[in-house]
Every structure is written in C-alpha cells, then in structure tokens.
C-alpha cells in the first residue's frame, strides 16, 4: 500500500473548500442521491436516472483504516454515479454503480486513500450479440455489460481502472473488455460541485473522460472474434465516460464499531 501526496483535502474531481461547506445552506428532508445538471458529453446532454437517498446510504462496505491515523480526521465516502458509456461501436446508459472508499491524513501528514468496494449490474447492449433487430428480441442473443473494478483508484486526481464483463446466454463466463489490462480513466469535471446538503452531507458533480483507449474483449471462446467486430474493439479513440454522481461520507469517529476493531487493512492506498 502506498500513500497519497496530491490534491487537496478530501475526493478529487469534487471537493469544495471548507469555506464553502460553511456557506451552504442546510437542505431539509430526504436527498436525492443524484445529479441533476446535465453532463458534458461532447457537445451532448443526457439526464440522469434517480439514484438512491442519502438517507438509504449503506456505509457497510467501508474500509479498515490504516495503522496510528486518526480514526476521526478519516471519512468512508459513498460515491455514486450515473454513466454514459462510448466504446468502440458500443454507446450506453448503465445502471448506477456505487464505489466505497476511505480517506485522510497519514500518520507522517500525506494524504492516505483505502479502497472499499465497487457495486454494479449488467446493462443491455442494443441489438445484442447480432447488432441487427433479431438479436435485440432474441433472449438468447442477448448481450450485456457490466464495469467492474479494475484494480487502481485515486479519487484525488480521479484515475480509475475499470474491467468490463460481457455476459449473455452464449457467452462464456470470463469475457471481459480489460482483462489483463483494466482500462484506465482519468476523470475530469465538466462544472463546479455543488454542495445539496450538509446534514446528511451530499455533493453533486459531473465528470467526463474522452481520452481513453479500450483494448479488445478477451477469454471470449470462439466468440472472441465476432464480438471484437461487433463492438468495434479494440478502440484508440471516439470513447467516452460521462455521468451526473454524487457522494455522502461519515467520519469514523460516527461509524458504528467493526468487529475487526479495525486492524484489517482494506485494499490499495492511492499514491
């Protein structure tokens, strides 16, 4: 594990100044778990499905923290988002994903991030495995896509590493955009955050990459080829990652305890 040096205090991509956060004004009631500004998407907007409540955040994934930090200048934070995806011939609107990590100074002052969990569903790929109007009403031609965490995370800077699972009836278990080299995202903001509400605390933004390169889908079986074709893959250019998100977070100090008493650590410390 190693230890983050960059950026300032808190998630990358979205994190006012604590000036800010005393200028906002308290929201009251139950709040939405999304953003509702439309994203940048090359010269495109779309909106945003309406993703769960802050009231309903479940902070159970969480991470162990590191050795001799100080349990209340660190924050679980709950991220959740919206995509657009572009990927070779490929363009969709998955379903929400929502990603857990810890965050906050290191013993020595650097700034230390502990990856948490990642939770996601498969999403329909028009047309199906065919790309043709019998394969979007043929269950068996069904093809779906579903991100998967990818191994690497800085939600300072906001580099991210997804893998991509393909499934379907006729497509073997392993099939995935990614496997041996996850695809790599650094994430920009299309506008400023916004700060919903500092009582449960909820930031909205939007963020964007249009840089990244996919490779082709791999472990497919004799599909592998076919597939490769009908998504356009491998891909160098013409790809996107678009969505509205927002997160929520808790100190650890107002977690309840775990019964590891928090000396497991959790998974990779961002650098």
Known sequence: MTKSVAGRPGSPWVRPSSSSVRRVAIVAGAVVLAGTAAVWTSGAAYAAPRLPTAAATDFGDCPSLPDGVDPARWRCEVHTAA???????VAVSLAPITMTHAEGPMPDGSKGQVWGA???SPTAIPGG?????????????GLAIQPEYGGRSDFYTGQLSLRFRLTGPLVPHRCTIGADA???FHLKRSGP??????????IEFSAY?????????EHCGPLTGPLNRRLGLPATEGNLLSYDASYTFKTYDQLPPRGDDQTQKGGNLAH
Do not use: I, N
Not at 83 to 89: C, E, F, I, Q, Y
Not at 129 to 141: C, E, K, Q
């Open 129 to 141: 495995l065919t790309g043709t109007p019998a394969g979007a009403r043929t269950a068996v031609l």
């Open 209 to 217: 990459d249009d840089t990244f390169t996919v490779p082709a889908a």
């Open 83 to 89: 995509p657009r995806l572009t990927l070779g011939k």
């Open 182 to 184: 996850p695809v790599d």
């Open 193 to 202: 955050s916004r700060w919903v509400s500092q009582d449960p605390p909820v």
């Open 118 to 120: 990642m939770h996601s």
